[in-house]
């Protein structure tokens, strides 16, 4: 199994392709939360899978911005809104977001040695926290695509967790439906 893979009982989660990275336009990037923006000419890869949900599914936690100007882009894309900030919403990868199949259900958070319960509302947008098929363009805020294994979360996500703001960004997490 290569680094890029990872294991889903049986099956492989490979990678299904990539991105080429293209120069965001001057300002056109939202760097809000430490987000990245795309380097001209970087490979970035893409996925279509996730690894596969369990009763304690292992996870990234990053940070995103729902709100409208907000590093999370566009409006959501369960319902084609924003959301605040101070309520407890997720973006999924691509593959555990499952078309949209989880929009509007709440998962379970566990990490820091708490619990949280967040409802799905978008598919993610950011790197870390983003689409994990698509990226480097203006839809995604000129970031690149994410991993398949993020769990992106709003400020009360992070709060509701006791995580002290200067660490929110990345944290190894569990999540259940």
């Not at 990275?21 to 899978?49: A, I, L, M, W």
Request: net charge negative; with cysteine.
């Amino acid at each position: 199994m290569t680094a890029t893979s990872i294991q889903i009982g049986a099956q492989t989660c490979k990678p299904s392709g990539g991105i080429r990275g293209r120069k965001p336009p001057p300002g056109q990037c939202n760097t809000e939360n430490d987000s990245d923006c795309c380097v001209q000419g970087k490979f970035y890869t893409t996925y279509t899978c996730s690894p596969a949900v369990t009763s304690a599914t292992k996870a990234k936690l990053t940070i995103n911005s729902f709100q409208k100007g907000g590093d999370g882009g566009g409006p959501s894309e369960c319902d084609n809104q924003y959301h605040s900030d101070d309520t407890p919403v997720v973006a999924l990868s691509t593959g555990w977001y499952k078309g949209g199949d989880r929009c509007h259900k709440y998962i379970t958070i566990n990490g820091n040695g708490r619990s949280v319960k967040a409802m799905v509302v978008d598919e993610c947008e950011l790197y870390y926290g983003c689409d994990s098929t698509r990226g480097c363009d203006a839809d995604h805020d000129y970031q690149p695509p994410c991993p398949n294994n993020i769990v992106d979360g709003s400020k009360a996500v992070w709060k509701a967790l006791g995580v002290s703001k200067d660490n929110w960004g990345d944290l190894n997490v569990t999540w259940s439906e």
